[in-house]
């Protein structure tokens, strides 16, 4: 069993940054790939960015690439994804989540996963 917890979102203004963070319990949390997942009004859950569970791969979603950035803390259990440059379409409640079956390669498809957070709203205004 895992719990996860998100934490750093907001309302920010287009071109700002914010840090969200990913805090985990238990042995599941550092020995499993994370992957942040957003989801906005009227549009399913989608892949924004996933790490492998020891930090050395990273993935991204074409649409964050260059803008936004995940990292590993495992001494902390703490997964956190870096935003700048936020753009308005960026408006969503992003969640990570993560499985015990899943280390090296995270998959992209959130139904692969069985542990998620609460959610953070993260708003940017144009």
């Known amino acids: 069993q895992v719990q996860l917890v998100e934490s750093g979102g907001g309302l920010v203004q287009a071109g700002g940054s914010l840090r969200l963070s990913c805090t985990g319990s238990g042995r599941i949390f550092t020995n499993s790939a994370i992957c942040w997942f957003s989801k906005a009004p009227g549009k399913d859950r989608e892949f924004v960015a996933g790490i492998s569970w020891n930090g050395a791969n990273t993935y991204y979603a074409d649409s964050v690439k260059g803008r936004f950035t995940i990292a590993r803390d495992n001494a902390k259990n703490t997964v956190t994804l870096q935003m700048n440059n936020l753009k308005p379409e960026d408006t969503a409640v992003y969640y990570c989540?993560?499985?015990?079956?899943?280390?090296?390669?995270?998959?992209?498809?959130?139904?692969?996963?069985?542990?998620w957070g609460q959610g953070t709203q993260v708003t940017v205004s144009s």
């Open positions: 989540a993560t499985d015990p079956a899943i280390a090296a390669t995270p998959l992209f498809t959130p139904a692969a996963y069985d542990y």
